[in-house]
């Protein structure tokens, strides 16, 4: 059964500071990686896509990357703003993901970035 | 806005009581997934359908909850005689067929009192 890990639950950090976040998962056969934000009470916004086939991905001042064969993905957030406070999620699509629309979600980790 | 909605954004109700949610997904996808996510939690999934079909359930959804996507379009989640556990956000998403990536909507907070 996949499970999917984010350490830490929750993080602080001064403004401008660059930052990894970082998602573990127990099966690497992963059909793809979905990095997300969620503001307090709100929906998810996709942020970052990762194929099983690809290695990273960028948008911005966020990268992400995907190693598949040890079950990680980080995510690294440059020059960090108050704006960046949320909770990231990370979540795992199965391999069969043509047959399937389950998603297997992280925790989260709440960032909080002090001005 | 072309975004996944979803209708009511909140929701009190009294133990027992039914209720009924919707979801408009993003226009040109044709897969549509509800979740629920509890405080603290990451969502859990639900259900899936594409098109119209209903594909995949998980265990958590009992005999009490029911989903339809009857035109392949929008699509509505309903809760029988609801109990104070159901308490949590209810999410919907959509996906292209083959892209994969899904899109969330605001979610519905429901209270159960």
């Known amino acids: 059964k996949q499970e999917v890990t984010q350490i830490p639950a929750a993080l602080s950090v001064p403004e401008g500071e660059n930052l990894v976040l970082n998602c573990s998962f127990t099966?690497?056969?992963?059909?793809?990686l979905q990095w997300f934000r969620q503001d307090p009470g709100k929906g998810l916004t996709s942020l970052l896509l990762?194929?099983?086939?690809?290695r990273e991905q960028t948008s911005g001042r966020l990268n992400a990357s995907l190693d598949k064969s040890s079950g990680r993905s980080t995510l690294y957030i440059a020059a960090s703003q108050p704006g960046d406070s949320a909770t990231y999620l990370c979540?795992?699509?199965?391999?069969?993901?043509?047959?399937?629309?389950?998603?297997?979600f992280g925790q989260g980790t709440t960032l909080q970035v002090k001005p | 806005d072309t975004g996944v909605s979803q209708d009511p954004r909140h929701k009190i109700t009294k133990r027992g009581q039914n209720v009924t949610f919707r979801c408009d997904p993003i226009?040109?996808?044709?897969?549509l997934y509800w979740y629920r996510q509890t405080l603290g939690q990451g969502p859990e999934f639900l259900t899936y359908?594409?098109?119209?079909?209903?594909?995949?359930k998980s265990r958590l959804l009992s005999d009490r909850f029911s989903a339809e996507r009857p035109k392949g379009s929008f699509s509505t989640l309903e809760i029988q005689r609801t109990e104070q556990g159901d308490s949590a956000m209810y999410l919907c998403?959509?996906?292209?067929?083959?892209?994969?990536?899904?899109?969330f909507g605001p979610g519905t907070r429901l209270t159960v009192t």
């Open positions: 998403a959509s996906s292209h067929d083959t892209i994969y990536e899904q899109y």
């Open positions: 099966d690497s056969a992963i059909y793809n």
């Open positions: 990762i194929q099983s086939s690809q």
């Open positions: 979540a795992v699509s199965p391999p069969e993901a043509w047959n399937t629309g389950k998603l297997i």
């Open positions: 226009s040109e996808h044709n897969r």
């Open positions: 359908f594409q098109n119209e079909a209903q594909l995949e």
